[in-house]
């Protein structure tokens, strides 16, 4: 889950305020002798949009400013007035109409000269410098007011390409804010510039987006700042090995796969050639067999050569079955990949000792038919040169069940 991160803590905000009233403290001991001034604050005020902010203004020496006329105005509107008093009493129809109802004194202070200003739920138009002005005195002072807003990025994982793409977005910001991409050990990532739209309410929005690679800690964070207003929001989001599943991780499994799926078809070929080829082969020699009065394989033999042979299909569809599933497997990640590896291996292994097991009977067979066409050599040697022809035929099948035998072990 990301991790969202406040970049003002409360202890950074009690600093600032306690900075900002060392400030006016040291502006209250260097006021001259005689008539008072109007002091405060030599830095912007920042304000967060919807918050309330005081904008201090000061009498020194402090003078009782209850019976004074006061005014607060912003020189760039129209009426120009925020906050007037008179006699004690608020002026409403002076102000300028967005301010009705938001601005106050602090009524409890004007005995000891502080005139300032309470703007309640501050709004982004309340940006501007504000000038406070005591007509008697013929004093005046500004203040510059700054308005922010700050909220906390969001990342998502872009699953559309072969790649791993970061995006990061942050809405809500003012003034316009800056975007930055750090690894795990806080380093800064490569990316393009960051795009920034701003908004009809006026706020920023700002996105980013960036190409990581598997890492140490596949830690990334999205960092949104703002110095101004003094305000910094970020977003981690920690990936798994598995998304870095890259393309040459991709095109290892289709070759493995591909390879896998070859190594299956020549087997399967070879073994069926084979069988076809055995069964041809049979039968020539029953046929030879029964021209020379020789008596062929018993019925028996046939019924137990029929149930090895249909045992050895058998177990060659388990081990295709076996084989077709594994491969579906293949893609699921780098592990089961690896296992497939091996199992293909496994198979292979095992199909060259079935095909050594098939070949031994082969090559049992052919022995027996030798030992048949030696005894027939011995019986036709005194019969007519038609039984000669007939031992020359045997004699052309053994030597074809020989090159089948060949043929099988080259293969392997």
Known sequence: MPHLKDGLSF??????????HTVVALLLTNTCAGESQLIGPLQPIVAMIGHDVILPCQLDPAEDATVMTVEWARPDLE??????????LELDEKKYHLYMG????????????DVSLKLATVKLSDEGKYKC??????????IDLVVGAASSPVLTINKDTSAVVLDCESKGWHPKPELFWLDGEGNLLPAGAPETVRGPDGL?????????????SNSYTCRVQQHKIQQTRETQIHLEDGVFMNKSNCSAANITTGLAVVL?????????????????????????????????????????????????????????????????????????????KEDAE?????????????????????SELEIRL????????????????????VAEALKETNAVFDEVQRKF
């Open 374 to 393: 030696t005894s027939t050599q011995k019986k036709t040697m005194k019969s007519s040169e038609k039984k000669d022809g007939k031992v020359k035929a």
């Open 264 to 340: 299956l078809c020549v087997v399967v070929v070879v073994f069926f050639v084979y069988f076809w080829r055995t069964n041809k082969l049979e039968t020539q020699q029953r046929e030879e067999l029964n021209n020379l009065g020789e008596e062929g394989p018993t019925e028996e033999e046939r019924e137990r050569q029929k149930l090895m042979a249909e045992k050895e299909r058998e177990e060659l569809e388990k081990q295709l079955t076996k084989l077709e599933s594994e491969l579906k497997e293949v893609k699921k990640n780098e592990e089961t990949e690896k296992k497939l």
């Open 11 to 20: 202890k950074s905000r009690l600093s600032v305020l306690v900075f900002h």
């Open 204 to 216: 920023y929005t700002v996105s980013s987006r960036v190409t990581v690679e598997k890492s140490h």
């Open 102 to 113: 938001r601005t106050s004194l602090l009524n409890n202070q004007l005995m000891y000269g």
């Open 133 to 142: 002005f005591i007509p008697t005195l013929s004093k005046e002072m500004l």
């Open 346 to 366: 496994k198979m292979k292994d095992e199909y060259k000792e079935l095909l050594r097991k098939t070949n031994l009977v082969l090559k049992n067979r052919g």
């Open 79 to 88: 009426p120009r007035f925020v906050h007037v008093l008179h006699d004690g």
